[in-house]
């Protein structure tokens, strides 16, 4: 992310108008929809129909947010109708770059530019928002679409439905009510939660937010020891939005954000859950292991001045899974 300050893009993880020293994360600031037809969707304006090679997606493999996005990508079929561009790790004084590197930075495929936050003044250049991934990109109308995670997976878990084939339906109507429960919880204490934690500059911020963070992972610890997914037998996405949370904790959270009560492995149920989702078709080729622990430790110098790159568990997420693991079984 990075702010924009007299010209000059910065690095800023957290509201600097906070006077708490708790982690205050801003809303995305567009919201439009692909749908169909090109009807508006729930937010924003109309006009962005489903079109293959229309869209271009720009993703950090580091960031859970954005790593939704690429999962929904695979599970939808959409590889070969949305195309993609992945940042570079380091986040530094101008925010997210296109440099490349050998571990899955591609540089900027669609207009060759060499930072992020140019792709939001290229769509509004009187932009001067926060600078976050994804970008969800309309080469048609040439603007973005969105940069709301949470939004961009429902466009691609219904959409493009009729361009691939693909009816498998992660967001069923019936379960709605009772997904967004679950997603509001798992949100503030576990997906923002963590952030909250490491982000936290007092005591006092730092205790309101892991207090509830291991609570909601004893909750969830709880759920999975008698139903195999969040929502039961089904598959939703609630789960994938907590996947890309749980696979970042022991690589990241648990040492570089201070959530060390307990490790993800310390949790059975959560971790035979977490190994699972990541052997999901298609899940594992989304994972960029050396992005997430280069990112987190490198950019953040507020938590970690000195750049020091830690040696890291070695963590095999291709362990045996299955029922005979599960107390779902």
Known sequence: ????????????????????????????????????????????????????????????????????????????SLRDHIT???????MLDQGWTFEKDANGATGDTLFGLTHAHQVYTKADPNYS????????????RETIVSNESSEIIRMFNSAFDELTGNR?????????????????????????????????????AYDAAVRPLFDTLDWLEDRLSHQRYLMGTQITE?????????????PVYHLHFKCNRKRLIDFPNLWAYTRELYQWPGVAETVGMAHIVRHYHFSHDSI?????????????YQEPHGRDQRSAA
Not at 85 to 90: A, T
Not at 304 to 316: C, G, Q, S, T
Request: charged share 25%; glycine share 8%.
């Open 129 to 140: 928002g926060r600078v976050t991934v994804p970008i969800l990109w309309d080469r048609k």
């Open 84 to 90: 993609v561009s992945v940042v570079h790790p380091d």
């Open 238 to 250: 609630a789960d994938w939005r907590l996947f890309t949370t749980l696979l970042r904790f022991d």
């Open 1 to 76: 992310m990075g702010l924009l300050v007299d010209g000059i893009w910065h690095d800023q993880w957290y509201d600097t108008d906070s006077h708490d020293g708790a982690f205050k994360r801003s809303a995305a600031q567009f919201r439009n929809w692909i749908t169909a037809d090109g009807a508006p969707g729930p937010s924003g304006k109309g006009g962005f129909e489903v079109g293959s090679g229309r869209y271009h997606l720009y993703v950090s493999l580091a960031c859970p947010w954005a790593h939704r996005t690429l999962i929904f990508r695979e599970l939808k």
């Open 168 to 204: 498998d339906d992660y967001w069923p109507a019936e379960m709605r009510d009772a997904i967004e429960t679950v997603n509001a919880r798992i949100y503030d204490s576990v997906n923002n939660g963590v952030y909250k934690c490491g982000f936290s500059t007092t005591q006092k």
């Open 304 to 316: 970690n001045p000195n750049r020091i790159i830690p040696i890291n568990p070695l963590i095999d």
